[in-house]
C-alpha cells in the first residue's frame, strides 16, 4: 500500500523562528514528490521535486528531496504569520507503463501556526 | 479564465439523500480527479479519470460515484451508501497550463450532512 507520511502534525511558532516540516514515503513506484500550501481552500503549490540533492528555493522556502532515504524537507525561514497554513506533501504515482497522467497521494498535512 | 469551478461552494443534505457535486474544467487537461478532506487532514482520493468515458476507483471508492461524458465535466455522486459524507471535497486537474505542467484543485464544495 502506497503511504506518505508528514511529522510533525502540528507546530505552533512565534514569528521569526525557522521551521522544518518531514515528509517520508513509501510507493510502489515514484515520479515526483510536490509540497503545497493550503490556507483556506484550493491548496496552491509550492514545489515539486523530482532528483535527489537538489536544493529548490522560493524565497524564505526551500525544500530537497532524498531518494535514497525516501524523504523530503521543507524548510520555512524567519516565519511570519502568513505562513500559518496546513502544509500538505504528496507523491506522484505513475500509471502501470508510465505514460499518462497517474495519481497525487498525500500526506495528512502538518498544520503550522506561526505567533506574532 | 482558464481555471476550475467546482459548485455549490457548500452543500447540506438530509441522510439517505444523494447529491451530485460539480467539477467544470476549461483548461483542456485530459486528467480530472476528486479528493476528500476530512478537518485537519491530508487528501484522500476518491476517483480519478485519465480521458473521456474512463475513469478509476482510488482509495476510498465506496459511496461514490462518478462520470466523465464530457472532457470538461467530471460530477462526483455522494450516494447514501456513504456513511460519513461530511467533509471537504476538492477537484483538480493536471496537464500544461502557462507554459508549465502541473496539477491545479479548484476552491472545493464542503458538504455537510444534517
Known amino acids: 500500500e502506497d503511504k506518505v507520511v508528514q511529522s510533525p502534525l502540528s507546530l505552533v511558532v512565534h514569528e521569526g523562528d525557522t521551521v522544518t516540516l518531514n515528509c517520508s514515503y513509501e510507493?510502489?513506484?515514484?515520479?515526483?514528490l510536490l509540497w503545497y500550501k493550503q490556507e483556506k481552500k484550493a491548496p496552491t503549490f509550492l514545489f515539486m521535486l523530482?532528483?535527489?540533492?537538489i536544493e529548490k528555493k522560493s524565497g524564505r522556502l526551500s525544500s530537497i528531496l532524498d531518494k535514497k532515504e525516501l524523504f523530503s524537507i521543507l524548510n520555512i525561514t524567519a516565519t511570519q504569520t502568513g505562513d500559518s497554513a496546513i502544509y500538505l506533501c504528496?507523491?506522484?504515482?505513475?500509471?502501470?507503463?508510465?505514460?499518462?497522467?497517474?495519481?497525487?497521494?498525500f500526506g495528512q498535512g502538518t498544520i503550522l501556526t506561526v505567533h506574532p | 479564465d482558464g481555471g476550475i469551478t467546482q459548485s455549490p461552494k457548500y452543500l447540506f443534505r438530509k441522510e439517505g439523500q444523494n447529491v451530485t457535486l460539480s467539477c467544470e474544467q476549461n483548461?483542456?487537461?485530459?486528467?480530472m480527479y476528486w479528493y476528500r478532506q476530512d478537518p485537519g487532514q491530508g487528501l484522500r482520493l476518491i476517483y480519478y479519470?485519465?480521458?473521456?468515458?474512463?475513469?478509476q476507483k482510488g482509495d476510498i471508492a465506496e459511496g461514490y460515484s462518478v462520470s466523465r461524458e464530457k472532457k470538461e465535466s467530471f460530477p462526483l455522486t455522494v450516494t447514501s451508501a456513504q456513511k460519513n459524507p461530511t467533509a471537504f471535497y476538492l477537484c483538480?486537474?493536471?496537464?500544461?497550463?502557462?507554459?508549465?505542467?502541473?496539477?491545479?484543485f479548484g476552491s472545493g464544495t464542503r458538504l455537510t450532512v444534517v
Open positions: 523530482t532528483s535527489s540533492g
Open positions: 483548461l483542456n487537461h485530459d486528467a
Open positions: 504528496a507523491v506522484e504515482i505513475p500509471r502501470a507503463g508510465g505514460t499518462s497522467y497517474g495519481k497525487l497521494t
Open positions: 479519470s485519465q480521458i473521456v468515458n474512463d475513469f
Open positions: 483538480a486537474t493536471v496537464g500544461w497550463t502557462d507554459g508549465s505542467e502541473g496539477y491545479t
Open positions: 510507493v510502489t513506484n515514484f515520479r515526483s
